[in-house]
């Protein structure tokens, strides 16, 4: 061994542990672990903000079954999500690395260590289907908060203000930039607001959850909110107007699996990062559970609800049921909530998309990937998602159901990366799996073929339109966008990126990676990359 790789192996020797496990898996410590287990916990938790989402999407339960859809449907689909969460807090244990998702599509996709016929283009649409959702997952949570903002003014107004769209689209704008500027904040920084956020969250939702059970003078009997069926708005059969209104859970459910994102930002991200995923998920399931108990018992009327010029059918609850100076507080908290949900979902998003450029799968890849050297956060990454996000809200200008459809899309895209790890982790992957400190044992087939069914038959349901007969203003555009996503990322992989994208790439010196892969690959817990290896022979060999 040379003296140079001599010094570096006695460098490796001293990285804790976390260090150790990522350059095994090819990447080199960029970010600062600042956050712990619990402030990753508050993280994931916040990043569904259940406050807020349940109250930005309430409507979908409530015109597709009523009563029974809000309550039951909540309960069905979280007990589906709970086995997407469990196998993503294994994953996330064996391969923490803030390549997440598109990272395990890759490991997993192996059928061994010299065939790789799958891996790119697994991993490449793996990639692809993470960014678009999570960018869409930003732009709604940020146009819902500007309705709730523009749902308070009319309130404060008494009705006498309606907001234009021009007016809404400028303030959304302003949420973006607002949450641009927090993302691109120091990690430590970050760490304390998630903190401060998740305290927030919950006294939030507590006070909300008491005023709506306390204050009315009138409410709903058990028999109503637990029995009554009402489809009288969606024009779709019993059966699947309960699937729709199932949008509400699986929207809110649907960003637990940044903590994947923030492992390279973690203390001992292997056992924090399941932790997380598993705790985010059972805490939020039973926050919004309860709001939804709460809402149900406190509203009056259905129809005055969903066609309230409130325009969101929460407040308008709050409002008849709690009186209008009482509302303008709860209704302030719901929008704090959502202020701090963005800035959550753009720290997580611009994870992702600095760890999918950091593998060349991004055009300008390298303007991406940079690591701010005074902040150590991926700023660059930052501000290319609030554009990606405010180009999503010029769908407006076409129509209210385009903008709707982001939406839907967020969703779909970002379970459709959940459902892609954990089918390959099943199938082709099944035998290579290296388990890390939490795990599923034998359970994990059954768990993956639940998971993995949960998700295809969400996914296709989603893409349907909400109401029949099919109009202009009520198509689910949602379809539309996503074709072009696989498209445009199908064409670009067919034509060119096959040619030269390997998935993901080592970013630790070569002397390094040869000592970990020579010297630490029997070391406890920890696992060595089989495509890195192949990438840093190629790199290896590049002049």
């Not at 672990?33 to 409507?59: D, K, P, T, Y």
């Not at 459910?253 to 930002?265: D, F, H, R, S, V």
């Not at 982001?406 to 969703?411: D, E, I, K, Q």
């Not at 096959?498 to 020579?518: A, L």
Request: hydrophobic share 50%.
């Amino acid at each position: 061994m040379s003296r140079p790789a001599q010094l570096e192996k006695a460098s490796f020797e001293f990285l804790e542990e976390d260090a150790q496990k990522l350059a095994a898996l090819g990447y080199k410590q960029e970010f600062k672990r600042e956050f712990n287990s619990l402030s990753l916990f508050c993280f994931a938790f916040s990043m569904m903000g259940v406050l807020a989402s349940v109250s930005a999407s309430i409507n979908f339960p409530m015109s597709h079954g009523g009563p029974v859809s809000m309550i039951w449907g909540w309960l069905t689909a979280a007990s589906f999500v709970m086995s997407v969460a469990l196998m993503l807090g294994e994953l996330c244990s064996s391969m923490p690395t803030t390549g997440g998702l598109y990272y395990f599509a890759a490991k997993m996709s192996m059928r061994s260590d010299t065939d790789m016929k799958f891996m790119p283009l697994v991993t490449w649409m793996t990639g692809w289907f993470n960014v678009v959702g999570n960018v869409a997952l930003v732009a709604s949570i940020d146009w819902s908060l500007t309705q709730m903002v523009f749902a308070w003014v009319t309130l404060a107004t008494d009705f006498r203000f309606q907001p234009t769209f021009e007016q809404m689209l400028g303030l959304y704008f302003g949420f973006l930039i607002l949450h641009g500027i927090i993302g691109s904040l120091p990690t430590k920084i970050l760490a304390v607001i998630n903190n401060f956020y998740v305290l927030l969250n919950l006294v939030a939702t507590v006070i909300v959850i008491i005023c709506l059970f306390a204050i009315p003078s009138e409410r709903n009997t058990g028999s109503f909110v637990f029995t009554t069926w009402d489809n009288s708005y969606s024009g779709w059969n019993d059966g699947f107007s309960y699937v729709l209104g199932m949008l509400n859970a699986m929207w809110t459910l649907c960003g637990y699996g940044a903590a994947c994102n923030i492992a390279e930002e973690c203390r001992d991200a292997s056992r924090a990062g399941p932790r997380a995923i598993i705790m985010s998920v059972v805490s939020t399931v039973i926050a919004g559970w309860l709001i939804l108990l709460a809402a149900t018992f406190s509203v009056s009327d259905i129809d005055a609800a969903l066609n309230s010029d409130l325009g969101m059918p929460m407040i308008a609850i709050m409002y008849t049921s709690c009186g209008k100076q009482a509302t303008l507080g709860l209704w302030m908290l719901v929008i704090l909530v959502q202020l701090f949900t963005g800035s959550s979902a753009v720290i997580a998003t611009s994870r992702v998309i600095f760890a999918f450029a950091r593998d060349g799968a991004l055009p300008f890849a390298k303007l991406w990937d940079t690591v701010n050297s005074h902040t150590q956060t991926p700023v660059n990454a930052v501000w290319l998602n609030v554009l990606g996000s405010a180009l999503l809200g010029l769908l407006g200008f076409i129509d209210q159901a385009a903008l709707d459809a982001v939406f839907n899309l967020a969703s779909i895209g970002i379970y459709i990366a959940y459902g892609i790890p954990i089918f390959c982790r099943i199938t082709i992957g099944r035998n290579r799996f290296e388990p890390g400190p939490f795990n599923l044992g034998r359970w994990s087939t059954l768990v993956g073929s639940i998971a993995c069914a949960w998700i295809g038959f969400i996914v296709v349901s989603f893409l349907f339109p909400y109401e029949v007969p099919v109009t202009p203003t009520n198509m689910n555009y949602a379809v539309v966008v996503l074709g072009a996503i696989i498209t445009f990322a199908g064409i670009w992989f067919a034509v060119d990126a096959r040619k030269w994208f390997r998935g993901p790439r080592i970013t630790i010196e070569n002397e390094v990676f040869n000592v970990i892969t020579g010297d630490q690959a029997t070391t406890e817990g920890t696992q060595i990359s089989s495509f890195s290896s192949s990438y840093k022979d190629e790199k290896t060999a590049q002049p």
